[in-house]
């Protein structure tokens, strides 16, 4: 078959052209021959229904994402933020951090291993484009339910390939989740969050500036693997159907990618490039349109010139190719050889295929043929943008009404005994050392905080010892009740999970997985808790520096949970004044922070015992979350707290299981008038702390100061949880119950 190429795109307008297997809508397709001014050739059909497409464009959220902006507080902090690679925050004059997370989760359900190892790859390239070194990595994970024979499928090839390619480019994993519900039952959430640390004035640029500079390809050669990645796998629907349009996914090496890595921050330290971005989502098509379009220049590209894994490949499966570990950079004519020699020493191709004009077009020629002509903004920033129509959902108001608060209660102390293991040992409480045991969560050596902790803290200095947190955080049970609380409650679950180690926190990035937007509820469900995490950001006093949105994370009609997935970066003057969640010694007074209701919607409580999901979330009081935080940096640098740990997930029980196991020491432990609910609620803005008796009194004083609601509910010690009155439970059997459960699901 002839190439088609822009003269014979002019000379056959009325050829037809398979536009909407690619994903376009028949009036985007009429839009893009009104640019073109004439039908586009296969190559720019492939690249406008790439980059047109949801995963790209964000066409659906643009219009509710601009809160982000609207809203956000004034941060002197903030050298890089939404529309960049990755947010960038200064930490001090000279240093700085960049952090984002991402989804891969349509490629981790067709192929776990690969899908997720090069979700990795990709978040990290995202940051190595910022000018930073990669130093962590995060991993929020969500599958169906535990038993079926699905999960056992995807969660071992999902943690494996996590695990594979971390561990092989030395970063280690420092925190995440995993979690297990039956809406993500064939539509797992597979996302991956890094951060890394530059110096300030080491901050990069994607603008393809400077006509006559030279556009150059760095890293791994380019394949079949990912054409359409985007496109298809994340920007449709699962169906019956799927399997036949299903491409391959992306697969990744990341020994290359460690080399290209050393050869990215070889060239930023030595000034040599003028602009970077990294290939991901839409490859070539993505980096070449979006850095001309952000200088406002053109670029001329001989595709011939890229090395290619399969000699048989064509212009337009070159331009989607999404194979990894490659870089785009824009060198200075001068610097060119130094370029080449520097990616030579470190064993990675590098190969000049294009030049920046000053034509304001991308001009792709194949062999001399000119295959691709178009104005780069019109891809990379002028896509579709809809509003689409937005409908509560038609079941919200019964469920809201069926609420949790009204389910039979144990109320025994055998009852309440048999409650705390069964939670335990659930899915979604129990132990995940099966997961973490196969990422390395130290290597390099920086590590202060890690899994199973509320937070991962990183040493970034090692002079000074300051450190960065970083916490995960999203509960899509408490968002399907309640969008814009439940979103609000995720930051605030995260937020507080880095003030209780003692950090600052002082931006956030999120990850925004809903179903179809073409489906009414499910926008509104997005409007609500984009709103709901905007309003949050505001009160709290911290930007959203950049994330990512996945949509189509359905199967059929049937949608995942809302799930927004916000992560929140903090940052500690000195790690060794970090507070961790285990108790540490015996004696300590155990003080419990916040008020408790009998709040029980969406609990892991009415879950776990009556599959029951109805009401309404927890109350959430940022105001209180922020006073909390400021409490727990004075009690860090006063070094007055020795062990806290926030409740979430399960309350109070699983937090005094999580800590006493931690360290393997006990507690004694008075639980009021109402056992049950001062054992199982969920409310919010609320922390477990352990004091030793000498600095009671000062620790009391510092909780009255800020006006803290608590209370003394007992002492650490023994071998054993013992709530006074009730009953007791030794720490082996606490293990046993919450130690086996993912070992006898998974192997």
Not at 391 to 414: C, G, H, K, M, V
Not at 471 to 478: A, C, E, P, Q
Not at 525 to 531: C, L, P, T, Y
Request: contains cysteine; aromatic residues 6%; proline residues 6%.
């Amino acid at each position: 078959m002839s190439i088609d190429t822009v003269e014979r795109a002019d000379s056959t307008p009325d050829e037809l052209q398979p536009f909407a297997e690619l994903g376009l809508k028949e009036d985007e397709y009429l839009r893009i021959r009104q640019i073109l001014g004439r039908r586009p050739t296969q190559s720019e059909l492939a690249m406008y229904s790439i980059m047109w497409s949801e995963h790209c464009s964000y066409k659906s959220s643009k219009i509710h994402l601009k809160q982000f902006g609207e809203k956000a507080p004034p941060s002197d902090r903030m050298l890089a933020g939404i529309g960049e690679n990755a947010g960038v925050i200064a930490i001090t004059d000279t240093l700085a951090v960049t952090f984002k997370v991402e989804s891969h989760n349509h490629p981790s359900f067709v192929e776990p291993h690969q899908g997720a190892a090069t979700g990795v790859g990709g978040i990290v390239r995202d940051i190595l484009a910022m000018g930073a070194r990669p130093v962590a990595v995060m991993d929020p994970l969500r599958f169906g339910a535990a038993d079926h024979p699905d999960t056992r499928r995807v969660l071992p090839g999902v943690v494996g390939g996590i695990g594979g390619y971390g561990n092989c480019l030395g970063l280690p994993n420092i925190g995440g989740e995993v979690v297990f519900d039956p809406s993500y039952q064939g539509n797992p959430l597979v996302n991956a969050l890094c951060v890394g640390v530059l110096p300030a004035d080491r901050l990069q640029n994607k603008a393809a500036v400077g006509p006559g500079n030279i556009v150059v390809l760095m890293g791994a050669k380019t394949g079949r693997d990912g054409i359409g990645g985007v496109s298809v796998l994340a920007s449709a629907t699962f169906d019956e159907g799927s399997e036949q349009r299903r491409p391959s996914v992306q697969v990744g090496d990341p020994f290359i990618e460690k080399l290209l890595i050393e050869s990215c921050l070889e060239l930023y330290e030595s000034k040599l490039i003028v602009g970077v971005q990294d290939l991901g989502g839409a490859g070539l098509t993505c980096a070449l349109t979006e850095t001309a379009a952000a200088a406002g220049t053109g670029m001329d590209v001989q595709l011939e010139k890229v090395h290619l894994r399969e000699a048989s490949m064509e212009p337009h499966e070159v331009l989607a190719s999404e194979s990894q570990e490659r870089m785009l950079f824009i060198v200075e004519p001068s610097n060119l050889d130094a370029v080449l020699g520097v990616a030579s020493v470190w064993g990675v191709i590098a190969t000049p295929i294009g030049t920046v004009t000053d034509t304001g077009r991308v001009r792709v020629t194949w062999h001399g043929e000119t295959v691709v002509d178009v104005p780069p903004g019109s891809l990379a920033d002028d896509g579709p943008v809809y509003a689409r129509p937005l409908r509560e959902p038609a079941d919200l108001i019964l469920l809201q009404a069926d609420r949790a608060e009204t389910l039979p209660r144990p109320s025994t102390p055998d009852e309440l005994r048999e409650t705390l293991l069964r939670l335990v040992a659930s899915p979604n409480l129990c132990d995940k050392t099966w997961v973490t045991e196969q990422y390395d969560r130290y290597v390099l050596g920086n590590t202060v905080l890690a899994q199973p902790e509320d937070s991962g803290i990183i040493r970034i200095d090692e002079e000074s010892g300051l450190g960065v947190a970083l916490s995960v955080d999203g509960n899509s049970r408490y968002t399907r009740l309640d969008p814009y609380e439940g979103a609000k409650l995720a930051l605030a679950e995260a937020f507080r999970n880095v003030a209780v180690t003692g950090a600052t926190p002082v931006a956030v990035t999120d990850c925004l997985n809903f179903g179809s937007p073409e489906d009414p509820a499910v926008m509104w469900q997005f409007a609500e808790a984009v709103r709901g995490l905007a309003d949050g950001c505001q009160e709290l006093g911290i930007p959203v520096t950049g994330g990512n949105v996945s949509f189509y994370n359905q199967t059929g009609a049937v949608a995942i949970h809302p799930t927004p997935i916000v992560g929140v970066l903090g940052v500690l003057d000195d790690v060794s004044q970090r507070i961790p969640m285990g108790f540490t010694q015996a004696d300590d007074v155990l003080f419990l922070l916040g008020e408790t209701t009998a709040e029980f919607s969406g609990s892991e409580w009415a879950w776990v015992t009556h599959e029951h999901l109805g009401g309404k979330p927890p109350r959430v009081d940022l105001g209180r979350e922020q006073t909390l935080a400021s409490l727990m940096q004075r009690a860090s640098a006063s070094g007055l707290v020795h062990a806290a740990h926030d409740l979430s997930d399960g309350g109070l029980a699983q937090a005094l299981v999580e800590s006493a196991l931690r360290k393997n020491i006990g507690a004694t432990v008075s639980l009021g008038s109402d056992p049950f609910v001062t054992l199982f609620s969920e409310s919010a803005s609320r922390i477990l702390v352990a004091v030793s008796v000498g600095h009671r009194q000062a620790f009391e004083a510092l909780v009255t100061e800020h006006e803290i609601p608590h209370s003394v509910i007992g002492v650490t010690g023994g071998s054993s949880l013992v709530f006074r009155d009730q009953f007791e439970i030794p720490l082996d059997e606490l293990r046993s119950a919450w130690s086996e459960t993912l070992p006898k699901l998974f192997g």
